[in-house]
């Protein structure tokens, strides 16, 4: 297939590089059009007040690449209006691999990752978004090192990717243009070959807390807050499906919130 592939860790994320790889050599044609710089929880944002600069990179991934100094959206919308030639056009959208889950209804509505699939289907395409979680500590030493995954980690996001890349083709095909569905998948850590896929719901999530009372200079401050889940025991939410070891696939179907 034609795809194109964007994400919301940016450019030089790694998870984004292997996902690439994975489509690439199960022969899919990519176009990668990516943020300069990380947007993680910018939503749907579209970068209204100021202008946005693209440019074509060679960033050694195999397939043309264009960086853009925006947000997930921006990115996908620069890309289909104005970046891909004719014979690019791709056919769907595939956005990740995120850093980090993007489960529950908390999370989906502020993700950028979520976003720039959803920036696919407005343009009618069928799209996924894919996100790997990571545990704390697993999160913290990424950052620690610039970003570079260590063995174990590295192993579960090439096991992701090549799901990613098994999954697709079917996903895709069983999504007419203008469904207006985005495909939500999350992958538990570690990630393995084998390890199943299960049709899940976006988890009922609180997530107060997230910004401390306000210091000295009156600037109240992110933090991570708790989440508190008060979903229903059934049916299978994504957050029990990626604790319970096992790929949680969402279908976030858009058109269902113009029904009465």
């Not at 943020?35 to 195999?62: C, F, M, Y």
């Not at 949680?248 to 029904?259: E, I, N, R």
Request: with cysteine; net charge negative; hydrophobic share 45%.
């Amino acid at each position: 297939m034609k795809l194109l592939v964007t994400n919301d860790d940016g450019i030089a994320s790694v998870f984004l590089h292997e996902l690439v790889r994975a489509l690439l050599a199960a022969g899919h044609a990519l176009s990668v059009v990516a943020p300069k710089t990380e947007q993680s929880w910018i939503g749907a944002a579209k970068s209204r007040n100021r202008p946005v600069h693209a440019e074509r990179a060679d960033r050694g991934l195999g397939c043309p690449t264009w960086i853009v100094d925006g947000t997930p959206s921006d990115a996908v919308n620069i890309a289909l209006d104005h970046l891909l030639p004719a014979d690019a056009r791709p056919e769907a959208v595939v956005s990740g691999i995120n850093v980090g889950g993007n489960c529950s209804l908390g999370f989906i509505l502020a993700s950028g990752t979520v976003a720039g699939a959803w920036e696919g289907v407005l343009h009618g395409l069928p799209a996924i978004a894919i996100s790997q979680e990571v545990a704390p500590e697993v999160y913290g030493h990424l950052k620690e090192h610039g970003g570079q995954p260590d063995g174990e980690l590295l192993a579960t996001v090439r096991a992701s990717a090549a799901h990613v890349a098994r999954l697709a083709p079917a996903l895709f095909a069983a999504t007419p243009r203008d469904s207006f569905i985005v495909h939500n998948l999350n992958f538990p850590y570690p990630c393995r070959a084998d390890t199943a896929v299960r049709r899940t719901v976006p988890a009922r999530v609180h997530v107060p807390g997230l910004f401390l009372r306000s210091a000295d200079d009156g600037l109240h401050r992110l933090r991570w807050g708790e989440i508190r889940d008060v979903s229903p025991a059934e049916p299978l939410t994504d957050i029990t499906c990626v604790k319970q070891g096992l790929i949680s696939h969402s279908v976030l179907d858009y058109a269902k919130l113009g029904q009465v």
